[in-house]
């Protein structure tokens, strides 16, 4: 497959991701290892993922909205029970609330972005927790899986 991708193939590329996530108990002490069993950061599912990422960041669907110097975009509203969010960002972004918790799928770019402090991988955030997502250090584009699509924008 092409690695430019409509968004209704990108979905589809995620879809089987987005069913393993339905899994993870994202208030577990061991969720973020939890979707590092659903999908292997180092496997091809998520490395396919990355290259379609990367490939159409710069496209049209992707990510068309920019705010603050940070770009995004709404891939999917519900796919499994998830909506899902492409952030392209190299700086903080608005603080928010995560109700049912957050599930992210990191790939850094240029540099060692790190994403909360976090290298590039599976970050996940527990139901109610809150924070301002920082990237430092470099580039990243970031899949936000939002369980039910709770979130609070807190300003």
């Known amino acids: 497959m092409s690695e ?9 590329l995620l879809r089987p991701l987005a069913e393993a996530l339905r899994a ?4 577990a002490p061991d969720a973020a290892q939890q979707a590092e069993r659903a999908a292997a950061f180092g496997g091809e599912s998520v490395a396919a993922i990355r ?18 110097g940070i770009r995004f975009g709404r891939v999917a509203k519900d796919l499994c029970g998830f909506s899902v969010d492409c952030v392209s960002m190299d700086r903080p972004g608005p603080r928010h609330r995560h109700p049912n918790g957050e599930i992210d799928l990191c790939f850094a770019g240029d540099g060692n972005g790190r994403f909360d402090g976090q290298p590039e991988g599976w970050v996940v955030y527990g139901k109610g927790s809150e924070h301002v997502p920082t990237v430092t250090d470099g580039h990243m584009l970031i899949l936000y899986f939002l369980p039910g699509g709770a979130i609070e924008f807190l300003g």
């Open 4 to 12: 430019k991708l409509s968004k209704e193939q990108f979905v589809e």
């Open 51 to 68: 290259r379609a990422t990367f490939a159409n960041a710069g496209g049209e669907w992707l990510m068309p909205k920019e705010a603050g």
């Open 24 to 27: 993870v108990d994202v208030d």
